[in-house]
Nanobody, 125 residues
Framework: QVQLVESGGGLVQAGGSLRLSCAAS????????MGWFRQAPGKEREFVAT????????RYADSVKGRFTISRDNAKNTVYLQMNSLKPEDTAVYYC??????????????????WGQGTQVTISS
């Protein structure tokens, strides 16, 4: 079992920054690949970023590449999403997810086994 709790969401103006955190508990965190996804009202959940077990490999959606950075601190059982140059279209509920059986990164939501409750990010224009 893995429990995930996101934090750090909020309301910011376009061009601003936010850092999301996802604290994990339960099974050894350092063996899990992690990902961030988001879901805007009326839209499907979409991939944002992923990181492998060691933090050495990351991948991003084209829409956030160059603006968002995913990282992890295995000593703190925490994964982060640094979001810069935020745009109104980044508004969504952001979810943290864990791959229970694999340390390899993945971009598909069906490849993740555990999800957090989500944190709202709202960007005003």
């Amino acid at each position: 079992q893995v429990q995930l709790v996101e934090s750090g969401g909020g309301l910011v103006q376009a061009g601003g920054s936010l850092r999301l955190s996802c604290a994990a508990s339960g099974r050894t965190f350092s063996t899990n690949a992690m990902g961030w996804f988001r879901q805007a009202p009326g839209k499907e959940r979409e991939f944002v970023a992923t990181i492998n077990w060691s933090g050495g490999i990351t991948r991003y959606a084209d829409s956030v590449k160059g603006r968002f950075t995913i990282s992890r601190d295995n000593a703190k059982n925490t994964v982060y999403l640094q979001m810069n140059s935020l745009k109104p279209e980044d508004t969504a509920v952001y979810y943290c997810a864990a791959r229970y059986y694999s340390g390899n990164y993945a971009v598909g939501p069906n490849e993740y086994d555990y999800w957090g409750q989500g944190t709202q990010v709202t960007i005003s224009s």
